[in-house]
């Protein structure tokens, strides 16, 4: 309904990762990112989402930044 509103997307995100859909997840967070600048809770929900695929790395990297936004 909202194409232009990132909590649509973040909600998406979030939807598709409960239904074990990571890439189609990633694809949704980064759309939401396009929109508005990424918060702490963002970069939280798209670190689960790594971790969810196993990419330890790419977690660890991605929950530090929301860790920099909201210590």
Known sequence: REP???AYWTGLGTAR?????????LAAYAR???LAPPDA???Y????THLDRH???SARAV???GLELAP
């Open 45 to 48: 929900n798209v670190g689960l």
């Open 41 to 43: 809770d963002f970069h």
């Open 17 to 25: 990762r409960l239904n074990g859909r990571y890439d189609a997840a």
């Open 4 to 6: 232009r509103e990132p």
């Open 32 to 34: 939401a990112a396009e």
């Open 63 to 65: 929950l530090a930044r």
């Open 55 to 57: 990419d330890y790395e």
